[in-house]
């Protein structure tokens, strides 16, 4: 298969890359094919692959004036963080890696120098150029093995004592400290273990320049203008994702000593924490949409099984049935398309209201008014709860209060208010009334009505009726114990 093609499905098969960036990616092949620099090197295009923290070498060239470092192809290889943090450090930040140490795909000390590839502002690939570790690297960087740096306190660091200093090899965050050219000058234990074994540097650290270590793309000759030659305050809090780690990273300037100090903190398992909160709320919205829609269905289905009853009887209990499910599903409609689980009782009554109407047309002229409290939220329990409650007053009102008399101007009225840490409910009829004393067992509306009040809001309910109408009064604690 032709490079062109290779790239080409590679790409579509391991990133999400557009076909632009893709065409993009396939052009710089081609400049580098025709191209005669780079002669004596090794040169790759590596991209990020999406199912993984590691990269995918996608092209190879081989030098043209020396043998190449690799016997097989390594297209379509894994260019893994452990072996190659240069690469995974460029395609993250898109600051360039210049002459970091790496382990080929066959296993052989090599030197990267790896350059980001950008379209429309954002990292698509990266150039590598590798060449064997043997041969000369950039002065600033050190074979040494040490993993914990040097110690010693001389003039260019911290505006502190020396034992003020010392206590930095006892922080859990990495610190380093850079002089007025850039050069690393001091870092304790955490970087160390930082960049050793998170981001996986071979080289040591120290004396490394800042532009080979910072996790972002700011370079120190920015810092060094922004901040005239570190005699200038200057500080940054930034958070940076490499990898599967996030890092908050804080940079100023110690304008006494001309200084660059930079500090991470591993925020990893805060941002995994705010990742599992955001999946749990994702699929607590899922579950209340597909409950909305499962209610929905049984709505149907009652609807359905009322429709081919031939008894009135039959056909009141279901459709009763059908407006309780019809409160229940509202709860879920609302909780479905927000982010926290309380509920505007003005919205989720004023649905309950507009349903009772709506089955309750045919029955002549009631008025049906309401006040509900506009700043009122409960929790989904007791929200659902007390959408309950409320139809199931509403419709007796409707089916019960009418019934013996002809009231001139027959009305309904539902207020909710709340007063201190009380709510309180009121649905108000001027119908005929009915006798208090008698229990509820023969009236399954009122008995969900009493039970509910007492198991679900741990309220007090109070009726009061006579020939001239009808008050249910409840009152709930608004904060629960």
């Avoid at 000369?136 to 040097?150: A, M, N, R």
């Avoid at 911290?158 to 006892?170: A, P, T």
Wanted: with cysteine.
């Amino acid at each position: 298969m032709k490079y062109r093609e290779k790239i080409k499905k590679l790409c579509q098969e391991q990133t999400n890359l557009s076909d632009e960036d893709i065409d993009m990616l396939i052009e710089q092949a081609d400049l580098l094919m025709k191209s005669s620099d780079y002669a004596s090197e090794d040169v790759f295009i590596d991209v990020q692959n999406i199912y993984s923290e590691h990269a995918t070498v996608i092209f190879h060239k081989k030098p043209q004036t020396k043998g190449s470092l690799y016997e097989k192809s390594v297209v379509g290889s894994v260019a893994y963080l452990q072996n190659e943090p240069g690469v995974i450090r460029t395609l993250q930040t898109g600051a360039p890696s210049i002459g970091l140490s790496a382990l080929s795909q066959e296993g052989i000390p090599i030197e990267q120098t790896v350059l980001p590839i950008k379209r429309e502002g954002r990292v698509i690939a990266t150039l590598i150029l590798e060449k064997d570790a043997s041969e000369h690297l950039p002065t600033q960087f050190s074979l040494k093995t040490t993993e914990l740096g040097h110690y010693e306190v001389d003039d260019v660091c911290l505006e502190v004592d020396s034992e003020q200093f010392s206590l930095l090899k006892y922080m859990d965050d990495a610190v380093l400290f850079f002089d007025d050219e850039g050069f690393l000058t001091y870092f304790n234990p955490s970087a160390a273990e930082l960049y050793r074994k998170k981001l996986r540097y071979m080289d040591s650290i120290e004396g490394m320049h800042y532009d080979n270590l910072v996790l972002g793309n700011i370079r120190f000759e920015d810092i060094y203008k922004e901040s005239q030659n570190l005699k200038k305050s200057y500080s940054t809090l930034s958070e940076v994702q490499y990898g599967v780690s996030y890092f908050a990273i804080k940079q100023y300037v110690v304008r006494d000593s001309r200084s660059l100090i930079m500090i991470y903190k591993d925020i990893s398992d805060v941002k995994q924490m705010e990742s599992l909160m955001l999946m749990k709320e994702t699929t607590i919205h899922e579950m209340n949409h597909r409950v909305k829609n499962n209610l929905q269905t049984v709505v149907s289905l009652l609807r359905l099984q009322a429709q081919r009853s031939p008894s009135k009887a039959v056909k009141k209990d279901l459709t009763d049935s059908v407006n309780r499910v019809l409160s229940i599903a509202m709860t879920h409609e609302l909780l479905s398309s927000q982010q926290q689980d309380e509920v505007s009782i003005e919205h989720l009554l004023r649905g309950v209201v507009e349903n009772v109407q709506s089955y309750f047309k045919g029955h002549g002229a009631i008025s049906l008014t309401y006040h509900l409290d506009p700043n009122l939220y409960l929790d989904s329990n007791r929200a659902t709860a007390l959408a309950l409650i409320v139809n199931e007053l509403l419709q007796n009102s409707y089916d019960h209060a009418f019934e013996t008399i002809k009231q001139k101007n027959p009305e309904i009225h539902l207020q909710i208010v709340t007063e201190d840490d009380i709510i309180k409910v009121r649905v108000a009829d001027n119908g005929n009334g009915y006798d208090t004393s008698r229990s509820f067992d023969d009236h399954l509306g009122l008995m969900i009505v009493e039970r509910f009040v007492k198991s679900k809001l741990s309220g007090k309910l109070s009726i009061y009726s006579n020939d001239k109408g009808t008050e249910t009064t409840i009152t709930f604690k608004k904060f629960k114990d």
